[in-house]
Structure formats: structure tokens, C-alpha cells
Nanobody
């Protein structure tokens, strides 16, 4: 059974940094894509960043240049380094995963497995 568990969310001041981690267990995927999404109160879940098994990364325009997604295959972990945080980055951040390859990896429906989320709050 695949499980994704996020950690690292907390309250931080604007301009600060946070590193979110997602620990994956129960899979033996050789090829996969992993993503981070976020959902603010009253809003739809939105794409933040994604990375494929081959290291190809994709970012939402709103976080490009500030956030960095990376994986540690040996530890089955995916991380999201968030710098220069803004109050509008406040949301619950979710880790997502799916085996195999795809032409798209920015949609909620591109992923089969989700974590429970971790709260990130950026104060102004």
C-alpha cells in the first residue's frame, strides 16, 4: 500500500524559507512522477511543482525562481525548498505521486496517491 507523508509545514514570516518533505513508502516504481500541490481556504487545489523519475522539473509561474523540488531516490523522499515566501503562499501543501510517465503532470488528475497535507502559513 502506497503511503505519502508530508512534514515541515509551520508558521514563517514573509521573506523566510521552509523545506517541506514527503516520505514515500510501499512502492517499487522505477518510473514515476511526484508533485506538490497547495490548497488555500475556499480555493481549488493548485499545482506548485513536479519532478519526474528522470529529474525533469516543472513549476507553477507563481513559484518559479523561489521554490525548488528535488528527490532522494535512495530515501524515497521528495522535498520542496521554498524561499522568499509570501503571504499568498499560505495554504495546505500536499504531496502527490503516480507511477509511470505522462505528457502532463500539473493536474490533480495526473496523480493517484496523495498525502494528508501540511500547513504552511506565511505572515506579513
Amino acid at each position: 500500500q502506497v503511503q505519502l507523508v508530508e512534514s515541515g509545514g509551520r508558521l514563517v514570516q514573509a521573506g523566510g524559507s521552509l523545506r517541506l518533505s514527503c516520505a514515500a513508502s510501499g512502492w517499487t516504481w522505477t518510473r514515476y512522477r511526484m508533485g506538490w500541490f497547495r490548497q488555500a481556504p475556499g480555493k481549488e487545489r493548485q499545482f506548485v511543482a513536479a519532478i519526474t523519475w528522470s529529474g525533469i522539473t516543472t513549476y507553477a509561474d507563481s513559484v518559479k525562481g523561489r521554490f525548488t523540488i528535488s528527490t532522494d531516490s535512495a530515501k524515497n523522499m521528495v522535498s520542496l525548498q521554498m524561499d522568499s515566501l509570501k503571504p499568498e503562499d499560505t495554504a495546505i501543501y500536499y504531496c502527490a505521486g503516480r507511477p509511470g510517465t505522462s505528457l502532463t503532470n500539473t493536474r490533480v488528475n495526473d496523480y493517484d496517491y496523495w498525502g494528508q497535507g501540511t500547513q504552511v502559513t506565511v505572515s506579513s
